[in-house]
């Protein structure tokens, strides 16, 4: 069974704070694509590429913002996410890519990054982008741009490829794009690869001491269909919009297509569901003091009491006294 392809939330909120910064109506744009704003509030939860790339369709036709994932990708990651610290803290550009080739599931499950080297040249090559024509040119621009701003971290900020290869077909928007004036490019390629100049890969990266040392719960990627989709309803409980059909719907598959491949996998959608919601319980209910009615309405859960027996049929306590045995277990 094919894996489910997963990138981090923040992808769409860097695409939707651009579109803002544009002037443009970015969450009725979400809307149109059937996103609904509120699933942005957790930058480290998993979402469907198949969903960014249907939001990135409507955006690009209602507004003709061709340049979107240029724009997007370019801004700074100093603090991006524990991801781009890892590669910033690197003390050479070659070992910054290197960890980016290494750690881009925790961020892109499908971005296949690799460091490769043709002739003179070294290149940073990603694989095929599976999605429509549009999507294709903003999520593989959006890709080009990040790497560029990691690069010039150690070649310096006006640093650009001599040479770069694009999956998209020629296209005259991008083409004449600031960030890539002067830039060689070979458009309908099998993927993205972007050349850097050997002597660049010695070069230290910029001091990054002062970047705050950041973790996530979201650290470990989904390696299977299962895990995947539990990530995708976990996004969708945080948006309060943890329906079946809105699950199928994010994952670009027919609701019975869901249902018989979560059977072929001796599941089903209220278990994972219900595994969501409880695990997302005792993170709440152990992390601080806020109401057990709120955090029931905010899981979904209609009354508080089909909450208390959901939690209690699970964890064998009840939430009150779940949270008193974590309050006893604390130092």
Same mark, same amino acid.
């Given at each position: 069974?094919?894996?489910?392809?997963?990138?981090?939330?923040?992808?769409?909120?860097?695409?939707?704070?651009?579109?803002?910064?544009?002037?443009?109506?970015?969450?009725?744009?979400?809307?149109?694509?059937?996103?609904?704003?509120?699933? $942005?509030?957790?930058?480290?939860?998993?979402?469907?590429?198949?969903?960014?790339?249907?939001?990135?369709?409507? %955006?690009?036709?209602?507004?003709?913002?061709?340049?979107?994932?240029? *724009?997007?990708?370019? !801004?700074?990651? &100093?603090?991006?996410?524990?991801?781009?610290? &890892?590669?910033?803290?690197?003390?050479? =550009?070659?070992?910054?890519? $290197?960890?980016?080739?290494?750690?881009?599931? $925790?961020?892109?499950?499908?971005?296949?990054? +690799?460091?490769? #080297?043709?002739?003179?040249?070294?290149?940073?090559? /990603?694989?095929?982008?599976?999605?429509?024509?549009?999507?294709? &040119?903003?999520?593989?621009?959006?890709?080009? %741009?990040?790497?560029?701003?990691?690069?010039?971290? %150690?070649?310096?900020?006006?640093?650009?490829?001599?040479?770069? #290869?694009?999956?998209?077909?020629?296209?005259?928007?991008?083409?004449?794009?600031?960030?890539?004036?002067?830039?060689?490019? *070979?458009?309908?390629?099998?993927? =993205?690869?972007?050349?850097?100049?050997?002597?660049?890969?010695?070069? #230290?990266?910029?001091?990054?001491?002062?970047?705050? *040392? +950041?973790?996530?719960?979201?650290?470990?990627?989904?390696?299977?269909?299962?895990?995947?989709?539990?990530?995708?309803?976990?996004?969708?409980?945080?948006?309060?919009?943890?329906?079946?059909?809105?699950?199928? %719907?994010?994952?670009?598959?027919?609701?019975?297509? @869901?249902? +018989?491949?979560?059977?072929?996998?001796?599941?089903?959608?209220?278990? @994972?569901?219900?595994?969501?919601?409880?695990?997302?319980?005792?993170?709440?209910?152990?992390?601080?003091?806020?109401?057990?009615?709120?955090?029931?309405?905010?899981?979904?859960? !209609?009354?508080?009491?089909?909450?208390?027996?959901?939690?209690?049929?699970? /964890?064998?306590?009840?939430?009150?006294?779940?949270?008193?045995?974590?309050?006893?277990?604390?130092?």
């Amino acid at each position: 069974m094919a894996e489910v392809s997963l990138l981090r939330v923040r992808y769409a909120k860097r695409l939707v704070r651009t579109l803002s910064e544009r002037g443009y109506d970015a969450n009725g744009l979400l809307r149109a694509a059937e996103l609904d704003p509120a699933m $942005l509030e957790i930058e480290d939860a998993w979402m469907p590429v198949s969903q960014l790339s249907r939001f990135i369709d409507v %955006a690009v036709a209602e507004t003709g913002y061709k340049t979107l994932g240029l *724009d997007a990708g370019i !801004k700074p990651r &100093r603090q991006h996410s524990t991801f781009s610290g &890892r590669v910033l803290y690197s003390p050479t =550009l070659y070992q910054a890519l $290197l960890q980016v080739c290494d750690s881009i599931a $925790l961020e892109d499950i499908s971005a296949k990054f +690799r460091l490769t #080297r043709e002739g003179h040249d070294g290149w940073m090559r /990603c694989g095929a982008v599976d999605a429509s024509r549009e999507a294709v &040119r903003q999520i593989e621009t959006y890709r080009f %741009a990040g790497i560029v701003e990691i690069i010039r971290c %150690a070649a310096g900020p006006e640093w650009l490829p001599a040479t770069l #290869r694009l999956q998209s077909d020629a296209d005259p928007d991008i083409a004449s794009a600031d960030l890539l004036q002067g830039v060689d490019i *070979d458009f309908g390629a099998s993927g =993205l690869s972007i050349a850097i100049e050997p002597a660049l890969f010695s070069r #230290r990266m910029l001091d990054v001491s002062n970047l705050p *040392d +950041r973790t996530s719960r979201f650290d470990t990627p989904p390696i299977d269909f299962p895990e995947g989709v539990r990530e995708v309803v976990r996004t969708q409980v945080m948006a309060r919009r943890s329906t079946f059909g809105s699950t199928a %719907a994010a994952l670009g598959i027919a609701p019975r297509t @869901l249902q +018989r491949q979560l059977a072929e996998s001796d599941l089903s959608y209220s278990q @994972l569901l219900e595994f969501v919601r409880i695990e997302t319980a005792k993170h709440r209910l152990a992390k601080n003091g806020e109401p057990i009615s709120a955090i029931a309405n905010d899981l979904g859960y !209609k009354q508080s009491t089909h909450f208390s027996r959901a939690f209690r049929r699970v /964890c064998g306590l009840s939430p009150s006294e779940f949270r008193k045995y974590q309050s006893y277990r604390s130092p």
